[in-house]
C-alpha cells in the first residue's frame, strides 16, 4: 500500500472508530513517529499522485512525465535487467522449464550455463518457495565468500556471512544487536542515508553525527569524528559504533586508503564497530574501490596486535551497481572479528525472521558469479554490464555539467554511486518566502522544482548537512536530457522571481 493510499484511508476514520480502535496516532510506538525518511516522504508522495493524474489523462499539469529522482531504484528509470539473471531466475521460479532444454535453447535461446546455473542453484535450495538456512543458502554464502576473497585478496569464511533481504535488513538487524539502551550511540555521516537516522531513532538510540568534508570531496575528516564522539561521550553517550558508507550516498564520495585507515584508527582505540555500507562498491567512476576488510587485514599484517580488536560488518547488496535489482531485495553482511557468541545471537535474531527471500540470495550468488570468460553468456552479460556502467557515467557527467552552469549552484566532481548533491544558495527572498510557508528553504524549492518540472528530487535536510547550507540530492539514473534541462529551466526562473 502506497503512503499516499495509506494517508487517504486513515482520513476517513470516524470519530466512532476511533473511540473503539485500540490503535490511535497517539498510542503507537513513538519511536515509529519519531523516525524519518525523506526519500520517500512529501516529495515523494506528491509525485506519485502527478504520476497517477498523468496516468488518467489530466492535461492540466505543465510537465508530461514524473521523473523520480529520488530514489536509487535503476529499474524504475528504464535500466534493463541482465538477462543471465533473469533467465537464471525464471528457470528457479519454473522448473517444469527445465524438462525442454531444447526449447529453452532454441525458442527463447536460454544458453547451456543458464540452464547449467539454474541446476546448481536448485540441487542446493530445491525450491525457491522453501525456507532456506537463516543465514542463507550454505552454496550461494561459499560463492560470497569466494567473492570477497577474490575481491580483496584476503580470506573469508562462509559462517560469517549472512544473507539479508537487501542491506537495509541487515543494518537494521546489526543496529539491533549494538543499540542496547537509550545511552547508545552510533557516528552517523552528515549527509547520510536515512536508512541509519531512522532505524536508531526506532531503537531510541543515539545518532551521534560527523559532517562530512564537502570542500574535501565529501571526505571523512578525522578531526570531525573524533569532536563529535568526545562531545557524545561527555553528554553521556555510550558510542559504540561507526558507520561509513563508501561510496557515499547522498554525496557519491569514494574514500581513499588514508580515509579508510583513519576511520579503522578511531575505531580500534576507542573500541567501535566499524558498519562499512559498500552498496556502491562497483559504482565508482574515480580511482579504486577498498573494502573496509582488506583495509583492515592489510592493517593487521602490517601493524600487529594494534587492529586486532576491530570489529567490521560489511554490507552489499544486489539493488545497486549495475545489477540494479532492488524490488528482489537480496543483500549480505560480513562479520569480522566478532565474539563467536555475539554472532550467535546475531544468528538467532536473524532466525526468528526464518530467512532471506531465497530468490534476492539466488540473484546474490550470480551477481558476485557472473557468467565467466569463455563461457556462453558471457559475452551478453559483460556488453550488458559495460553499457550500464557507461550509462551512468556518462549520465553523471551530464548532470554534473548542468549544474556548472547553474547560477548559485555547486557540485563536487562525481566519483561514484548514482548521486548528486550540489549545494544551493538561494536569494534571501525565497528564503522569506519559504518561512512564510513554515518550510525549509531546500524543501520549499525542492518542491516548487516538482511543481513546474514533475522532477523529484529530495531535500538536503532529509540528510542531514552542515548549518546554514542548502542541499539537493538527485540520482543521475532518468535517461536523456530533457528532465535536466527542465531543472536548468526552472532554476533560472526560480532565481529570477526571488532576485
Ligand atoms: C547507502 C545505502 N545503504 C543501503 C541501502 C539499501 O539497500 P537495499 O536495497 O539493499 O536494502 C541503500 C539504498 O538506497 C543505500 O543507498
Redesign the pocket.
Known amino acids: 500500500m502506497s503512503t499516499h493510499t495509506t494517508v487517504s484511508y486513515c482520513a476517513k476514520r470516524t470519530l466512532s472508530a476511533q473511540a473503539t480502535r485500540c490503535l490511535n496516532p497517539d498510542n503507537i510506538n513513538p519511536h515509529v513517529k519519531e523516525a524519518k525518511y525523506a526519500v520517500r516522504g512529501e516529495l515523494a508522495v506528491k509525485a506519485e499522485e502527478y504520476r497517477v493524474k498523468l496516468a488518467q489523462g489530466d492535461k492540466s499539469l505543465p510537465f508530461d512525465s514524473v521523473i523520480f529522482a529520488n530514489?536509487?531504484n535503476p529499474q524504475q528509470l528504464d535500466q534493463k535487467p541482465i538477462t543471465f539473471f533473469r533467465q537464471v531466475l525464471s528457470l528457479l521460479e519454473n522448473p517444469q522449464l527445465l524438462d525442454r532444454p531444447e526449447a529453452l535453447r532454441t525458442s527463447f535461446g536460454y544458453e547451456q550455463d543458464v540452464i547449467d546455473r539454474a541446476k546448481v542453484l536448485l540441487a542446493d535450495v530445491q525450491s525457491v518457495g522453501a525456507y532456506s538456512h537463516s543465514q542463507g543458502a550454505p552454496i550461494i554464502r561459499k560463492s560470497v565468500a569466494k567473492f570477497i576473497e577474490e575481491r580483496d585478496g584476503f580470506p573469508a569464511n562462509p559462517s560469517d556471512l549472512f544473507l539479508c533481504a537487501?542491506?537495509?535488513?541487515g543494518?537494521s538487524t546489526i543496529l539491533n544487536v549494538i543499540c542496547n539502551g537509550p545511552q547508545a550511540g552510533v557516528l552517523v555521516p552528515i549527509p547520510q542515508?536515512p536508512?541509519y537516522t531512522a532505524t536508531l531513532s526506532l531503537l531510541n538510540a543515539q545518532c551521534v553525527p560527523y559532517l562530512l568534508e564537502e570542500e574535501k570531496a565529501w571526505g571523512t575528516d578525522v578531526n570531525a569524528i573524533r569532536a563529535s564522539l568526545e562531545k557524545a561521550k561527555s553528554n553521556g553517550t555510550d558510542v559504540r559504533s561507526i558507520v561509513v558508507?563508501n561510496p557515499g550516498?547522498p554525496t557519491g564520495a569514494s574514500l581513499g586508503l588514508d580515509d579508510i585507515k583513519s576511520v579503522l584508527d578511531i575505531a580500534a582505540e576507542e573500541k567501535l564497530v566499524v558498519i562499512a555500507?559498500e552498496?556502491?562498491q562497483t559504482n565508482v567512476f574515480e580511482g579504486e574501490f577498498t573494502s573496509f576488510k582488506k583495509r583492515l587485514r592489510q592493517l593487521q599484517q602490517e601493524q600487529p596486535g594494534k587492529y586486532d580488536n576491530v570489529e567490521l560488518v560489511s554490507?552489499h547488496?544486489v539493488?545497486?551497481g549495475m545489477v540494479g535489482e532492488?524490488g528482489q531485495?537480496g543483500?549480505y553482511f560480513e562479520l569480522v572479528g566478532f565474539d563467536p557468541e555475539v554472532a550467535a545471537q546475531i544468528y538467532k535474531l536473524v532466525s526468528i525472521g526464518l530467512c532471506p527471500p531465497v530468490i534476492g540470495q539466488c540473484l546474490m550468488e550470480m551477481m558476485v558469479n557472473p557468467p565467466k570468460e569463455g563461457s556462453p553468456s558471457h559475452e551478453v552479460y559483460k556488453t550488458e554490464y559495460n553499457g550500464i556502467r557507461d550509462g551512468l557515467h556518462k549520465r553523471a557527467m551530464a548532470l554534473y555539467d548542468a549544474f556548472q552552469k547553474m547560477e548559485g549552484v555547486e557540485c563536487q566532481k562525481p566519483q561514484g554511486a548514482m548521486y548528486l548533491f550540489p549545494t544551493i544558495t538561494l536569494p534571501p527572498k525565497a528564503v522569506e518566502a519559504a518561512a512564510a510557508e513554515k518550510r525549509a528553504a531546500d524543501e520549499f524549492y525542492c518542491l516548487r522544482l516538482l511543481d513546474a518540472t514533475g522532477v523529484c528530487v529530495v531535500p538536503g535536510s532529509g540528510f542531514g548537512q552542515k548549518e546554514n547550507t542548502l542541499h539537493f540530492r538527485t540520482t543521475f539514473l532518468a535517461p536523456g536530457t530533457d528532465w535536466v534541462e527542465r531543472i536548468v529551466k526552472f532554476h533560472a526562473e526560480f532565481m529570477a522571481k526571488y532576485q
Open positions: 530514489i536509487g537487501g542491506a537495509s535488513s543494518v542515508y536508512l558508507i550516498n555500507d552498496v556502491y554490507l547488496s539493488s545497486k532492488c531485495r543483500g
